[in-house]
């Protein structure tokens, strides 16, 4: 058994989301019944096992999510490796500092130590559309 798949145990995210079936696996595609025999054993679809993890272990609104922040990201890896890596530290300290100074009592889902990501939109130049 691989690390992230004993990490990612979906009854358990579901518990400390405070979600019942319906609301925790319909955000992901999944029926109830599809996601009750998950949570009993059920070997998950490496495509389930991903989403699972971006919306309720990271917790990215995929609605906002566009290809073209990926290009940019790629673009960014490639062109400008330190200016990417500047950028994604202070995104990493901002998303921390938000975090601890929240003091909302919300649980990780996967544990302590656990820092949800953010995903921002590009921003779209006037006249252009995705």
């Known amino acids: ?8 145990n979906p009854r358990e995210i579901r518990r400390r989301l405070g ?3 319906e609301q925790f696996w319909t955000q992901i595609g999944v029926t109830q019944s599809g996601g009750s025999r998950y ?19 990271e917790q990215i609104d ?13 673009y960014l890896k490639e062109a400008h490796p330190d200016l990417y890596r500047n950028l994604r530290r202070a995104a990493r300290n901002r998303s921390a500092g938000q975090e601890g100074a929240s ?9 302590e130590g656990f820092a949800p990501a953010t995903v921002t939109p590009a ?6 559309s995705d």
Request: hydrophobic content about 40%; aromatic content about 6%; overall charge neutral.
């Open 1 to 8: 058994m691989k690390f992230f798949d004993r990490v990612l």
């Open 19 to 21: 979600m019942n079936q």
């Open 39 to 57: 949570e009993s054993g059920r070997e998950m679809p490496r495509p389930v096992k991903e989403l699972l993890r971006l919306v309720h272990v």
């Open 62 to 74: 995929l609605s906002q999510v566009k290809r073209v922040d990926f290009e940019i990201i790629s």
């Open 103 to 111: 003091g909302d009592g919300v649980v990780s889902p996967v544990g």
């Open 123 to 128: 921003v779209q130049s006037e006249g252009h």
